[in-house]
């Protein structure tokens, strides 16, 4: 494999540094899935932590650097889980931590920003809006401006999933795995590309957010001036050429899924496996669903990488009764 900007030494120290309670994540088969998707499925569950998704694998990379340097503020651009997670892993380091967000971000993921004592700051528009001001507040106050898929280290430390995957010996022989700004897609695909290259890699971005799906196939940067998903943790405009450079290398495929494969996929999940996530999270199951044949007698494993996700607009989506208040 050629050589992507991650460092497989680099990532298994990333272990070292990142929180236990985000590490070895549950991966298991998920027998109970596959007569509807015709498969083999595993579950790799990257939510039964305090941030609820995978993000703070990358922010607790970042926040150990910072605590030991001089400067102790950081800030970021977030549609809601980059946020959450570099809040809790800079509230525990002692870092002054800003958080840029959309006002149309989901509502649950800014409450738990603001939760775990990071300072919002909301703007009109949408993520690209909102990376425009925490770039702009990073200059003005001159700290440290991370950058999602962009900073290695929150590459790095998705990458740690790859090993714990490649690590069990695995018996399948297919990835599927959200795309939105790339850090997870290219951290887990520059492992399972130097340690199982047999394994196949495939990106799965909704047909609303195409962009990073777009650059792939057309090989160069494609944006888009709008977006129109219900997976907003996924949904960017403007790909990083850095990232789509590892992306090239590493990814065997990027598809586009429909909202209603992603809707039936989350209720998949919540029927068969008994989780509750949020529709980034879904994608994987989406892309079987859309093209069964393709994947008729393999293993696939999906990463769960997200459960933030606003109850009400979850309910309407699914089609699950409300729960009872006592």
Known sequence: MQETRLDTARIRAARRVIDPVFLDTPLYRCEALEPGLGCAVSIKLETANPVRSFKAR?????????????????????AGNLGQALAWSGRGRGLDVTVVASRSATRAKLDRIRAWDARLELVD???????????????YDGIRLVEDSLDIETCEGAATIGLELVDTAPSFDTVLIALGGGALATGVGHVVKALAPEVEMICVQPLGAPAMTHSWRRRRVVTTDATDTIADGVAGRCPIPAVLDNLLLVADDAVLVQEASIIAGMRMLLDHAGLVVEPSAALGIAAVLEDRDRFTGRHVVTVV?????????????????????S
Not at 66 to 77: F, I, Q
Not at 129 to 137: K, N, S
Not at 311 to 320: K, T
């Open 58 to 78: 990358g922010t607790e990379v970042v926040a150990s650097l910072l605590a030991g340097g001089a400067s102790r503020a950081v800030v970021c651009a977030s």
């Open 305 to 325: 990488c997200g459960s933030n996700v606003d109850m009400d607009a979850y309910r309407r989506w699914v089609g699950a009764a409300p729960v009872p208040r």
């Open 125 to 139: 528009g949408d993520h690209e809006t909102a990376r425009e001001r925490a770039a702009a507040i990073a200059r």
